[in-house]
C-alpha cells in the first residue's frame, strides 16, 4: 500500500497551491479519502474528505470557501486545490484512506504560507 503526496511548497499568503495523492496497492474505489494537515505544536485535523461511491464531500470551517477536493477513480488519485492561504495553513498535509479497519496514510507535504 502506498500513498504518495506531492505539491507542497512555499507559497505567499493569498496565493494557490495544489495537492496530488497517488494512491496503489488497494481497490481505491472501496475507500473514503481525506486530506488531514499538522501544524507544529498542534494535533492532527481533518482538512477535507470525500467519500467512495457517490462522492459526498465535506471541509473542515477553516478550509470551506477555500480548498476543493477532488477524486479520480480511474487514475487513484485525489487532490486538494487550495486557494486564499494563508499563514496558518502553513502544515504538513497528509493523504488518508479509510475502509472501516483499514486505514492508510502518506508521508506528507508541507506546505508553507509565507511572505
Known amino acids: 500500500v502506498q500513498l504518495v503526496e506531492s505539491g507542497g511548497g512555499l507559497v505567499h499568503p493569498g496565493g494557490s497551491l495544489n495537492l496530488s495523492c497517488a494512491a496503489s496497492?488497494?481497490?481505491?474505489?472501496?475507500?473514503?479519502m481525506s486530506w488531514y494537515r499538522q501544524a507544529p505544536g498542534k494535533e492532527r485535523e481533518l482538512v477535507a474528505r470525500i467519500y467512495n461511491f457517490g462522492g459526498r464531500i465535506v471541509f473542515a470551517d477553516s478550509a470551506k470557501g477555500r480548498f476543493t477536493i477532488s477524486r479520480d477513480n480511474h487514475k487513484n488519485m485525489v487532490y486538494l486545490q487550495m486557494s486564499t492561504l494563508k499563514p496558518e495553513d502553513t502544515a504538513v498535509y497528509y493523504c488518508n484512506a479509510n475502509f472501516g479497519q483499514y486505514d492508510y496514510w502518506g508521508q506528507g507535504t508541507q506546505v508553507t504560507v509565507s511572505s
Open positions: 496497492g488497494f481497490y481505491f474505489n472501496n475507500y473514503d
